[in-house]
Every structure is written in structure tokens, then in C-alpha cells.
């Protein structure tokens, strides 16, 4: 549950820093720690293959979602942080 958490502070880092490599290690991470999960939950059954059939249709909806509102996603970001974190962003960041 930690290595999930883990990389989903990953993207939000991403929306917060606008650099794509962290949603870009943060998604690899989540698509292991699901497809880990799957393995353990469905294992033993002819579902397994849908399960992560389902979860890398699900990590490509996101992606394409986050590129086509990334603007967005970032100004929602940016107004709802505190002055002290916005002094933290760097000058180039998206948004």
C-alpha cells in the first residue's frame, strides 16, 4: 500500500513541479503495484488476464486524460496552493 501511495505523490508531484518524467515513473509504478495486486487476487482464476487487460486500458484512459488537461489540472493546482508552495514551484513550470 506504501509503493501506491508512493507513486501517486509521484504524479501529484508532477502536477505540482509540471515535469511529465514524474508522471511518467509514477504511472510505471502504479501499473506494477496493480498488476502485483491483480496477480495476488486473481491468480488462481480465469479472470487474471482480464483483470490487467482492464488496468492497462485504465493507465492509458489516465494518461490521456492528464495530456489533454494538463493546463488545466496544473492552473486548478495553482490556485488552490498556498503562497509559501508557490514560491517553491519553478519559474518553467506548466500551468
Same mark, same amino acid.
Given at each position: 500500500m506504501l509503493y501506491g501511495t508512493?507513486?501517486?505523490?509521484?504524479?501529484? @508531484?508532477?502536477?505540482f $513541479? &509540471?515535469?511529465? @518524467?514524474f508522471a511518467v515513473? &509514477?504511472?510505471?509504478?502504479i501499473a506494477l503495484f496493480l498488476g502485483d495486486l491483480a496477480?495476488? @487476487?486473481f491468480g488462481d482464476?480465469?479472470? !487474471?488476464?482480464f483483470a490487467l487487460s482492464l488496468i492497462g486500458i485504465g493507465i492509458i484512459? !489516465? &494518461?490521456?486524460?492528464?495530456?489533454?488537461?494538463?493546463?488545466?489540472?496544473?492552473?486548478?493546482v495553482e490556485?488552490? $496552493?498556498p503562497e509559501s508552495l508557490k514560491r517553491l514551484r519553478p519559474a518553467n513550470a506548466v500551468g
Open positions: 508512493l507513486n501517486l505523490s509521484l504524479i501529484l @508531484v508532477s502536477a $513541479l &509540471g515535469r511529465r @518524467v515513473f &509514477g504511472t510505471i509504478g496477480s495476488k @487476487v482464476s480465469m479472470l !487474471f488476464p484512459a !489516465f &494518461g490521456l486524460y492528464y495530456h489533454r488537461h494538463q493546463h488545466a489540472i496544473s492552473a486548478w490556485r488552490h $496552493l
